[in-house]
């Protein structure tokens, strides 16, 4: 090696080793200090930028997460609000069929319909409640509803059995016959817009004929004490098994596709609604017969009445995608959607015998509708606790592989620490004590 003095390559290399010990520390002390073998782009550039798309699926997901138990902290709210309704409806029930009892007089039914009216108006404040000031069951969070009128189906009934055919040879749907005697009378109430409507025809006659002298009986007087202009019903009864349209205008049929009778409101729309139906047999003597009565007044609500609406259901976003979502319909459950308040507010009256007794199906077809809403509700809330389970757990499966990524194994991470730290001050021993000029000096001894 040949003797310099104004390049000492010597010390240039001891120095260019301590930047780099010192550099090689530096790194160990941000990884040490930091808890990351991956602190930016500089240390890994691929595994930065994977790890990077895990922090932000991370992150979403726990969005995601707490979206899911805001929407279940709504579905409460509305599952609340429908429960305190079916409660007030269990009540109505106990007091309609104690208005239906003549162990009442008159005025003990006006203290009742006192009662009914106060429990009708808290339906209409259940439907008003709000989360977030977000009105939840007033029908304004509807999915995508076509016009719908009300069909009430029997499947109690024989199923040659058709609108034609009189009281007096109808059989229950195992043919046996329901004993009503030619001589018997046959009575129609039922409730449209909160009042009650009846008429009579011999067993003789057949249910279309029935409906005929409904219409006749509701066209004599309408809810503003002038003539109708429209029937109630339609003049003849559904006999196949198709009973009408639902709310997304998809076919309903009868549950075992058989032949079924099935009375349609001539009207569509809530305003246009039946609220219930009461089909009595009585002899002539004055008593009912309950067993021909079993059958033959189980008519129940096959397609509910409703108005259109445009899809205005909640949407809960429980995903880290677009559309990733699960979409909500909450109905109306207003009285008037109920069928227990006509659009002008007067309620179902039961200041009679005959009225309060149709005013029980009227409360049975309530029942129903309101817990069909309830059960949409309680299933929507196990399908957010499922979700939310399944969110937490990606969450954590994610944020593992990501450690994986991007985490310091800090036992190693503390030996390479330690290394690059005795070989810094290796370094600079060298340089401290000029071991690296030793070489230089030597030439200076050959000047003198």
Do not use: C, P
Not at 117 to 128: F, L
Not at 140 to 145: D, I, R, Y
Not at 324 to 338: H, P, Y
Not at 359 to 387: E, F, M
């Amino acid at each position: 090696m040949s003797m310099v003095v104004k390049n000492n390559m010597s010390a240039v290399s001891t120095l260019n080793t301590l930047n780099k010990n010192s550099s090689a520390l530096a790194s160990s002390l941000k990884k040490v200090s930091s808890g990351m073998k991956i602190n930016s782009a500089a240390d890994d550039a691929s595994g930065y930028a994977i790890s990077e798309r895990m922090r932000v699926q991370i992150r979403g997901l726990d969005q995601a997460n707490q979206n899911t138990q805001n929407g279940t902290s709504m579905m409460k709210v509305a599952e609340g609000a429908v429960s305190s309704t079916v409660d007030i409806l269990k009540t109505l029930k106990e007091k309609v069929i104690n208005a239906a009892n003549d162990t009442n007089t008159d005025s003990d039914r006006a203290t009742i319909q006192k009662e009914l009216d106060q429990s009708i108006d808290q339906i209409n404040d259940n439907a008003n409640v709000t989360y977030n000031g977000k009105y939840l069951v007033d029908g304004s969070h509807n999915s995508k509803v076509q016009t719908t009128t009300t069909a009430m189906t029997n499947e109690s009934l024989f199923s040659a059995t058709t609108g034609s055919t009189a009281f007096s040879a109808m059989q229950d749907r195992n043919g046996n016959s329901l004993n009503i005697n030619s001589l018997d009378t046959v009575t129609i109430s039922f409730v449209h817009e909160g009042k009650t409507y009846s008429a009579t025809a011999s067993a003789q006659k057949g249910l279309n004929d029935l409906l005929k002298a409904a219409n006749s009986a509701f066209k004599k007087e309408d809810k503003t004490g002038k003539a109708a202009t429209t029937d109630a019903f339609k003049d003849t009864v559904s006999e196949g098994s198709y009973i009408g349209k639902d709310i997304a205008g998809d076919t309903v049929h009868t549950a075992d596709e058989k032949t079924a009778l099935t009375i349609t409101a001539a009207g569509s729309g809530v305003s246009n609604q039946i609220s219930g139906i009461t089909i009595s047999v009585t002899n002539t003597q004055g008593q009912v017969q309950k067993s021909a009565n079993a059958v033959l007044d189980n008519f129940s609500e096959s397609v509910r009445a409703q108005n259109k609406s445009d899809d205005n259901a909640i949407n809960l976003q429980v995903g880290t995608k677009a559309n990733q979502s699960i979409r909500v319909g909450l109905t109306d459950m207003r009285a008037e959607a109920l069928g227990l308040q006509s659009s002008t507010g007067q309620t179902i009256q039961i200041g009679t015998q005959q009225q309060a007794n149709a005013a029980v199906n009227v409360l049975d077809n309530a029942v129903q509708k309101a817990l069909d809403q309830q059960t949409t509700i309680g299933s929507v809330q196990s399908r957010l606790s499922y979700t939310s389970s399944n969110l937490t757990t990606a969450s954590e499966n994610v944020q593992a592989s990501e450690s994986t990524i991007r985490d310091a194994d800090m036992a190693k991470e503390m030996t390479e620490y330690t290394k690059n730290n005795v070989l810094l001050q290796a370094a600079q021993s060298m340089l401290a004590q000029a071991q690296a000029n030793q070489s230089s000096s030597s030439v200076l001894s050959l000047l003198q």
